[in-house]
């Protein structure tokens, strides 16, 4: 069964870089995307991006231009960068496996399973 | 980005009673629809996928109905252990789009 674990630094200045990991571990990455997922203390959850073992990504637009996924298979990890950071950015940290799937030409996806336990990165000076 | 209504915010049942759920995209998503719950300080957990297809190992008493726009999710039996926060998402366009969650209590 696979399980993704999330990892780094729970405190993050104003400006910096946040930077995280996921650790995959019980199964191979292949055939799946993996995304990561943000919620702030209290509130939703919003979508960040996906990448896959391939190394092609989607964003969401509005983080676009501070988002970096990149994907490592030979130590089954996926790392998030969000660059220029402010308190906006508090939140848990969430990865989570995604696959498709097809059968006789009927295809849909299962973009959230399972989920890391997430990770809470705080920005604070 | 499509937006995902759902209602109520937040409810409060009893054991046993019936619980539904609505989630309204802001345009037509098919069944590209999932429900999940959040337990307090927990990872969300699938619950039903492509709007009406049960996760295994998901108890029946949950369901998910919908397609087009307007999607149902019900627990046809609450039970104290349904203590959450239960989410709906959209997949059919990029970005995936999370609704606001519903909050459900035992009264």
């Known amino acids: 069964q696979v399980q993704l674990q999330e990892s780094g630094p729970g405190l993050v200045k104003p400006s910096e870089t946040l930077s995280l990991t996921c650790t995959v571990s019980?199964?191979?990455?292949?055939?799946?995307?993996w995304s990561w997922i943000r919620q702030p203390a209290g509130k939703g959850l919003e979508w960040i991006g996906r990448?896959?073992?391939?190394?092609?990504?989607d964003y969401r637009p509005s983080l676009k231009s501070r988002v970096f996924l990149s994907v490592d298979t030979s130590r089954s990890q996926v790392s998030l960068r969000l660059t220029s950071v402010t308190a906006a950015d508090t939140a848990v940290y969430f990865c989570?496996?995604?696959?498709?799937?097809?059968?006789?030409?009927?295809?849909?996806?299962?973009?959230?399973?399972?989920w890391g336990q997430g990770i809470l990165v705080t920005v604070s000076s | 980005d499509i937006q995902m209504t759902q209602s109520p915010a937040s409810l409060s049942a009893s054991v046993g009673d019936r619980v539904t759920i609505t989630c309204r995209a802001s345009?037509?998503?098919?069944?590209?629809l999932d429900w999940y719950q959040q337990k307090p300080g927990k990872a969300p957990n699938l619950l039903i996928y492509?709007?009406?297809n049960l996760q295994t190992g998901v108890p029946s008493r949950f369901s998910g109905s919908g397609s087009g726009t307007d999607f149902t999710f019900t627990i046809s039996s609450l039970q104290p252990e349904d203590i959450a926060t239960y989410y709906c998402?959209?997949?059919?366009?990029?970005?995936?789009?999370f609704g606001q969650g519903t909050k459900v209590q035992i009264k």
């Open positions: 345009q037509d998503i098919t069944k590209y």
């Open positions: 998402v959209q997949y059919d366009n990029l970005p995936p789009t």
């Open positions: 019980g199964g191979s990455m292949s055939s799946s995307f």
């Open positions: 989570a496996r995604g696959r498709h799937y097809c059968s006789g030409g009927d295809c849909y996806s299962r973009w959230f399973d399972p």
């Open positions: 990448i896959y073992t391939t190394g092609n990504t």
């Open positions: 492509r709007a009406s």
